[in-house]
């Protein structure tokens, strides 16, 4: 398996990145599988249905599946903080990539997604300089990187040169659970 992680300030294009190369993975050959941190509070159920009855019933687990899908819904008694490699340890192991998006100060090899433009940006400094663990710059202005880089540059609007820059690099992307085991 192979995991490459996203790196960016909100509003600088992560999201969209990713959007597109699940398919540009998809196309060739490649099963894709994504994990996604979110910063506040979110349920992807709903009021009424049997699975948010066996939740809001104390239920610690509900798994729902059809023939076309799995969810799995997981409530914690008190507020917990999962690593990235407890929610990668989560995914079918015959996933070909993971492309995670939110843990930003992850130990994984991660693309920086950057924009010159973006409001977000404000004040914030890019994060390539100073994280070992990038590896890449994707941008749609890299004459306007703040400081200059030997680091790969990827064009932000071409989410296939992007999944070409994976697919030839899957060394460097290569995640072991048996060497990630005692972070668990």
């Known amino acids: 398996m192979n995991v490459v992680g996203f790196a960016g300030y909100s509003g600088s294009g992560k999201t969209t990145l990713v959007e597109k190369l699940i398919p540009a993975?998809?196309?060739?050959?490649?099963?894709?599988?994504?994990?996604?941190?979110?910063?506040?509070?979110?349920?992807i159920d709903r009021p009424g249905k049997d699975t948010y009855r066996h939740r809001e019933a104390g239920a610690f687990e509900v798994v729902v599946a059809s023939p076309n899908r799995l969810a799995l819904m997981r409530e914690f008694e008190k507020p917990c903080e999962l690593t990235v490699h407890h929610l990668i340890a989560e995914l079918y192991e015959g996933v070909d990539w993971v492309l995670v998006e939110g843990f930003k100060d992850s130990d994984l090899h991660k693309i920086e997604v950057w924009r010159a433009a973006s409001d977000n940006y404000a004040g914030r400094p890019a994060r390539y300089m100073d994280d070992n663990f990038i590896v890449a710059i994707a941008t749609d202005t890299p004459e306007k990187l703040p400081q200059a880089t030997l680091l790969t540059v990827l064009d932000l609007n071409d989410a296939d040169a992007v999944a070409d820059y994976l697919v030839n690099n899957p060394d460097r992307f290569y995640y072991s659970f048996e060497e990630r085991f005692d972070q668990l």
Request: charged fraction near 25%; glycine fraction near 6%; avoid cysteine.
């Open 25 to 43: 993975l998809k196309l060739r050959g490649l099963r894709v599988s994504v994990v996604k941190h979110a910063h506040h509070s979110f349920d």
